[in-house]
């Protein structure tokens, strides 16, 4: 029901805008979050956004330099991603829940990932 997509290269710096494309009409239910796993490390949060997108949270480590942001008319959800560093080098997941949280364990429905590797 989630489909991410928009990862690719980048060097440091550069930017890039995933997407995140959901099935369903019930689509502006449910707040939407980015999280990320990188190499060797367990998945983390990065942004979450509110059913109708007026509160958005951020992850200290992405705050000022990603925008998440929705489009309930599309069904889609964005993750904007300025200044890229080597450290944001992962496999980044949107996903799905009732309530808005930061929390893993909150979100019930889950994309496939989408790969964004940043070269110094």
């Known amino acids: 029901q989630l489909q991410a997509s928009g990862g690719g290269s980048v060097q440091a710096g550069g930017s890039l805008r995933l997407s995140c494309a959901a099935s369903?009409?019930?689509?502006?239910?449910?707040?939407k979050g980015w999280f990320r796993q990188a190499p060797g490390k367990e998945r983390e949060f990065v942004a979450v956004?509110?059913?109708?997108?007026?509160?958005?949270y951020y992850a200290d480590s992405v705050k000022g330099r990603f925008t998440i942001s929705r489009d309930n008319v599309k069904n889609t959800v964005y993750l904007q991603m300025n200044s890229l560093k080597p450290e944001d080098t992962a496999v980044y997941y949107c996903?799905?829940?009732?309530?808005?949280?930061?929390?893993?364990?909150?979100?019930?429905?889950w994309g496939q990932g989408t790969l964004v590797t940043v070269s110094s």
């Open positions: 996903a799905a829940d009732a309530l808005f949280s930061t929390r893993e364990g909150d979100f019930g429905s």
């Open positions: 369903g009409r019930t689509f502006s239910t449910y707040a």
């Open positions: 956004i509110s059913r109708g997108g007026g509160s958005t």
